[in-house]
């Protein structure tokens, strides 16, 4: 019988040496072909572990015992995270948050922009729409895009309808009289 093995390890070297001193033929194969060879042979493939390569080194009990509770200690530890973690996920209803857009002509979002501080600041309807986001905590700047959405919404109407701005026909639509 000829040993076939890996040379992964520390044992390699010396069990090379000892195979060449007792005069018996050994092949020293690839970790895939070993794994193959294995799979072919109907034998499981065990791969070692810190613990496994130290108790075969006969390392000290104290090493030994330092290990398992690292070890135990560790997967507690993982135990632990995993559970804070899907705590998080179910206590929170919104995992991704919202990206303002940054697509089309910077020259019309400018415009739009601008048109959105003006509507804020001056047309009743627009401003308590801006106001009840704010109130709801919504950043500034996520309550003026949404009030900038609103205004193309109804210019689309208009413009579609073939009709003029009037502030108590759209009064509902920017948040007014809820």
């Known amino acids: 019988m000829s040993p076939i093995y890996e040379p ?8 090379t040496k000892f195979c060449h001193t007792q005069k018996i033929k050994c092949f020293i194969i690839n970790p895939s072909q070993f794994s ?3 799979k072919a042979l109907g034998q499981r493939v065990q791969n070692s572990n810190h613990l496994e390569a130290l108790k075969a080194k006969n ?7 330092n ?3 690292n070890i135990q200690r560790l997967k507690e530890q993982e135990k632990e995270i995993i559970k804070k973690v899907k705590d998080i996920i179910a206590s929170d209803e919104k995992l991704s948050i919202a990206r303002i857009s940054k697509a089309g002509s910077a020259l019309y979002r400018g415009s739009l922009f601008l048109g959105v501080l003006s509507a804020v600041r001056y047309d ?5 729409f801006f106001d009840r986001l704010i109130s709801k905590g919504k950043h500034t700047t996520v309550a003026q895009i949404a009030v ?7 210019a689309h109407s ?18 007014g009289d809820l």
């Open 8 to 15: 992964t390890g520390s044992y390699s070297c010396i069990l």
């Open 36 to 38: 193959n060879h294995a």
């Open 59 to 65: 390392g000290s009990s104290c090493a030994v015992s």
């Open 67 to 69: 290990l398992k509770k």
């Open 124 to 128: 009743k309807n627009f401003k308590q």
């Open 148 to 154: 900038m959405r609103k205004m193309i919404i109804i």
């Open 158 to 175: 208009l413009y579609k309808n073939n009709k003029k701005y009037d502030k108590e026909i759209y009064k509902k639509a920017s948040g």
